[in-house]
């Protein structure tokens, strides 16, 4: 295994992704969005709580947040619901804008106001129609688009700007965002990483993967997952690289922190659609890790909308 990593949970999801630290009741929750199952895990006992979701709801959960006063929010593919208890019934908050045959909902989170934002993913990958969709006024509001697949969504230690990603474009953009009245503006590239080049094969050289899920740090670091990159990266506020670090799959796919003291750097990951070969040689792929950092993080923020 890379050096510094622990494993949380070594049962592989096929695409894991949207942990978050529950600071309460000291659980780390995820999910596996093909597995169509959200996870959580004490971490201290080791032991892993699975919830599949069910007909009526038998969706993919892109992602999913806390809620003030118990339960969870939750970004299944046609629309965001709310689960007042573990395992509990799914109320609708708001159907999906999209079409729902094409495209899902993906990365996402509660903002510090405690609105909940969620990317979605155009599936066939051919154009950029996916979008980034705010919960607000019990409708879901556009608030950003022109990508393929929405990831990476991130606010600044001061509240003052959103990030949010284009995996498939290998792009992560900036806006200054204003949070009383939930608008963003004055857009620009906060970091544009080379596309994968032509006839590359996953353990050749030459290609460092695509932006997908992130987190920022108490200083204002952006740390992402590069899928397909077999690393983590941190990012200065100014766009510079501050530390990279290994990962034993190729395809880690978001981070959070937690921990009482917020400096253990969770990490989930995906194996599916990956080739045999790969997952011999990194056979955590699809695993939950975890390892210590010497900044910490911001902790998760809650719905209360």
């Known amino acids: 295994m890379s050096a510094g990593w622990q494993v949380v949970s070594a049962a592989p999801c096929e695409v ?92 996402g989170k509660c903002d510090p106001l405690g609105r909940f934002w ?65 608008v963003l503006f004055a857009p620009r590239v906060f970091m544009q990483f080379p596309l994968k080049p032509a006839g590359w094969s996953p353990g050749q050289p030459g290609y460092g993967g695509r932006p997908d899920g992130a987190a920022v740090d108490s200083q204002g670091n952006y740390w992402v997952a590069m899928f397909e990159g077999a690393r983590v990266l941190k990012l200065s506020p100014a766009g510079e690289v501050l530390a990279e670090i290994a990962t034993p799959m190729m395809c880690p796919t978001m981070v959070c922190f937690g921990g009482d003291d917020l400096q253990t750097l969770y990490l989930t990951s995906a194996r599916h659609g990956r080739q045999a070969a790969e997952l011999a040689a990194m056979p955590l792929s699809g695993a939950v890790l975890s390892r210590r950092v010497d900044v910490p993080g911001l902790p998760v923020n809650f719905f209360s909308a």
């Not at 929750?29 to 892993?48: A, E, Q, S």
């Not at 299944?76 to 729902?100: C, I, K, Q, V």
């Not at 606010?155 to 992560?172: E, K, Q, V």
Request: hydrophobic residues 40%; charged residues 20%.
């Open 16 to 107: 894991g992704e949207s942990p978050f630290w529950h600071p309460q009741e000291q659980l780390l929750y995820w999910v596996d969005i093909p597995g169509k199952t959200l996870h959580r895990c004490n971490v201290f006992m080791g032991t892993v709580e699975s919830w599949r979701m069910a007909a009526p709801h038998d969706l993919e959960p892109g992602c999913i947040a806390p809620a003030a006063g118990g339960g969870l929010v939750i970004a299944l593919r046609d629309g965001f619901y709310r689960a007042r208890s573990w395992g509990g019934a799914l109320e609708p908050l708001a159907p999906a804008a999209h079409n729902t045959a094409t495209t899902r909902f993906n990365d």
């Open 118 to 182: 969620a990317s979605t993913i155009y599936e066939p990958r051919d154009a950029r129609q996916a979008a980034l969709f705010c919960l607000q006024g019990g409708a879901l509001q556009r608030m950003a688009e022109g990508a393929t697949v929405g990831n990476g969504l991130a606010w600044s230690a001061d509240g003052r700007t959103l990030y949010w990603s284009d995996t498939t474009a290998h792009l992560i953009r900036a806006w200054d965002w204003d949070a009383a009245d939930n």
